[in-house]
C-alpha cells in the first residue's frame, strides 16, 4: 500500500510547490549532564541531604521503651509507634490531621518562597544529588561525562560504568532495606537477611524501593520532577507577584553578551551577563533561568552559586540570579521591603490556620487518654431472666491498653437502681494489647419501665485516677 504524498506549498521566490516540512509535537530527549558547582546554596543542599538521610537510615535503629524500635509501623500487629505513642486504626483522626498539616505547610512554604521542598529535602532531589556525586566521582565532572558517553564501549568505560552502578545499586539496596525496616523491626530484618530467610513482601518491597531509587536518581532525574511530580503542574496557582523566587534581573543582565573583563562593558552598551551558560550547565533540569519562571524550575538554586562565582571573577556585584520577587524587581525594592511583603493576607491565612491545628493536634495527643474501650452488646440474646428474678443483659467491651505499660482496670457500671456486674469487674492488661471482654450485666426487674434505657460503663486504672473511660450503652428489661 503506497503512503500519500505530504501537503506541499508553494516556494515564494521560484513559483514552484515546495513539500511542507512536519514538525514533531514531541520534543526528542536530550540527557542533561549538570554541572557541579560550590557556594552557600549547594552547602545547604548537602546540609538537607546529610540531615534527612541521617534521620531516614538511623532513626530505625533507635531503641526506646523495652527495646522497642522507636519508630515502627507494625502493619501486622496493625499498631503505629512513634516514640512514647502507639497509634490504632481508631487513630486515623491523626493521620487526616497529619496530612492536612503537611498539605497546609506546602501553600505556606510555596506562598513565601516557591518550590524550597523540590529544591532542597525531596527524596527525588536528595537521592539524585548523592547520585550524581558518585558519578562525579567516577566518570569526573560534566566534560569529562560527556566525552566519556560520546565514546565508543572500551574496557575503561566499560568499568567505569559497572563501578558507578553497583555503587548506585548497592546505596538504593540499603535505602530499599531501611526502608521495609520500618515496617519490620530492622534488627529482625537484619537476622532475616543474614540468614537468607526474608518474607516474600520484605523482598518485594525491598527490591521494589531499591528499583525506584535506582531509577529515578540514576537515569530518570530531571524527567520525574518535569513529567512526573504532579506539584510542579499546580505550583503557578500557589505563586504571586510576592512569592519569593529565582530570577533573573534582566533589566541588569540584557544586553548581554561575552567581553573583557578589562574593558568598561556599561560603555559598550553590554549588561551585566557575560552569556557563558553556566546558569544553564549547572541547572538538574536543564532550563535556562533567564527565560524567566519555568514550572521545570525547582528552586535548587544552583545557578545563583554559579552565577555569583562568575560575577566575583568579573568584579561586578552578585545577585544578578538571586532570590526575589517580581514586585521586588519591578519596583527595585530591597531586602526589607521583600520580607515586609511576605506578611500579606495569604501568608497569614495560612499561617494562622497552619498553628491553630497545630495547636490542637497536639493538645489532643497530650491529653489523649492511654486507654480506648467499645461496648458492643450481644446479639445473640437481647434480654433474658436469670436466678432470683433478675433481668440480665450481656456485653463484650474491647479493651485497648495504649500505653506500653501492663496495667489493671476496674470496670463498674451505673444507670439504673440496683445495676450491677455478674463477671469480672478487673481486667488486668498487657502493654500495647488489645482485649475482648464479655460483661454480664444484671439488674432487678423492677428496676424501671419496660423497653431500652441509658447505662454506663466506667473503666478505672487503679494505680493512675486520672485514666479512666466512660462509654454509654443501652440495657433492654423485657
Not at 519562571?293 to 561586578?316: F, H, N, P, R, W
Request: proline fraction near 5%; include cysteine; charge should be positive.
Amino acid at each position: 500500500m503506497t503512503q500519500p504524498a505530504p501537503p506541499s506549498e508553494p516556494d515564494s521566490a521560484s513559483g514552484k510547490t515546495a513539500p511542507v516540512k512536519e514538525k514533531s509535537l514531541y520534543e526528542a530527549h536530550k540527557k542533561v549532564y549538570a554541572r557541579s558547582v560550590t557556594g552557600r546554596f549547594a552547602t545547604w543542599r548537602w546540609i538537607l541531604v546529610w540531615v534527612t538521610q541521617i534521620v531516614f537510615y538511623g532513626l530505625c535503629w533507635l531503641d526506646w521503651t523495652g527495646g522497642r524500635q522507636a519508630v515502627l509501623f507494625d502493619v501486622v500487629e496493625r499498631k503505629f509507634y512513634i516514640f512514647g505513642l502507639v497509634f490504632w486504626p481508631q487513630d486515623v483522626f491523626y493521620l487526616t490531621i497529619l496530612l492536612i498539616i503537611s498539605a497546609l505547610s506546602l501553600f505556606l512554604f510555596t506562598a513565601i518562597a516557591g518550590r524550597l521542598f523540590c529544591g532542597y529535602a525531596c527524596p527525588q532531589t536528595v537521592y539524585t544529588e548523592i547520585f550524581m556525586w558518585v558519578e562525579k566521582l567516577i566518570e569526573g565532572d560534566r566534560p569529562a561525562r560527556m566525552k566519556l558517553d560520546a565514546v565508543p564501549m572500551s574496557g575503561g568505560k566499560f568499568a567505569r560504568k559497572a563501578a558507578k552502578h553497583v555503587i548506585w545499586v548497592a546505596i538504593a539496596l540499603w535505602t530499599g532495606f531501611t526502608f521495609v525496616g520500618y515496617f519490620t523491626p530492622i534488627k529482625t530484618l537484619i537476622g532475616s537477611a543474614m540468614n537468607w530467610q526474608l518474607g516474600p513482601w520484605e523482598t518485594f518491597w525491598m527490591f521494589f524501593y531499591a528499583f525506584a531509587i535506582w531509577g529515578n536518581a540514576g537515569f530518570m532525574r530531571e524527567q520525574v520532577c518535569k513529567y512526573m511530580c504532579p506539584y510542579a503542574r499546580f505550583q503557578g496557582v500557589m505563586f504571586d507577584p510576592d512569592t519569593l523566587i529565582v530570577t533573573y534581573d534582566n533589566e541588569r543582565g540584557e544586553p548581554r553578551g561575552p567581553r573583557s573583563k578589562k574593558i568598561d562593558y556599561k560603555l559598550a552598551g553590554k549588561g551585566d551577563c557575560v552569556d557563558c551558560g553556566i546558569c544553564v550547565q549547572v541547572c538538574p533540569t536543564g532550563i535556562d533561568i533567564r527565560k524567566g519562571l519555568q514550572y521545570e524550575c525547582i528552586g535548587c538554586s544552583a545557578c545563583i552559586d554559579a552565577c555569583d562565582q562568575v560575577m566575583d571573577k568579573m568584579a561586578y556585584p552578585r545577585g544578578l540570579i538571586r532570590y526575589s520577587t517580581e514586585h521586588a524587581l519591578a519596583e527595585h525594592w530591597g531586602t526589607k521591603q521583600i520580607i515586609t511583603h511576605i506578611r500579606r493576607p495569604r501568608t497569614l491565612v495560612y499561617g494562622t490556620i497552619l498553628c491553630i491545628i497545630i495547636i490542637a493536634a497536639a493538645t489532643g495527643l497530650t491529653l489523649r487518654q492511654p486507654l480506648k474501650v467499645d461496648v458492643i452488646r450481644d446479639r445473640a440474646t437481647l434480654a433474658r431472666e436469670v436466678e432470683d428474678g433478675l433481668i440480665e443483659n450481656v456485653f463484650r467491651l474491647q479493651v485497648m491498653n495504649l500505653a506500653e505499660a501492663p496495667r489493671r482496670f476496674t470496670l463498674s457500671v451505673n444507670g439504673l437502681d440496683g445495676i450491677r456486674i455478674a463477671s469480672e469487674t478487673v481486667i488486668d492488661m498487657p502493654p500495647a494489647t488489645t482485649r475482648a471482654i464479655s460483661v454480664r450485666v444484671r439488674v432487678p426487674d423492677s428496676a424501671g419501665k419496660r423497653g431500652s434505657h441509658p447505662i454506663q460503663f466506667e473503666i478505672h486504672a487503679v494505680d493512675h485516677d486520672s485514666v479512666f473511660v466512660r462509654e454509654k450503652a443501652s440495657f433492654f428489661l423485657p
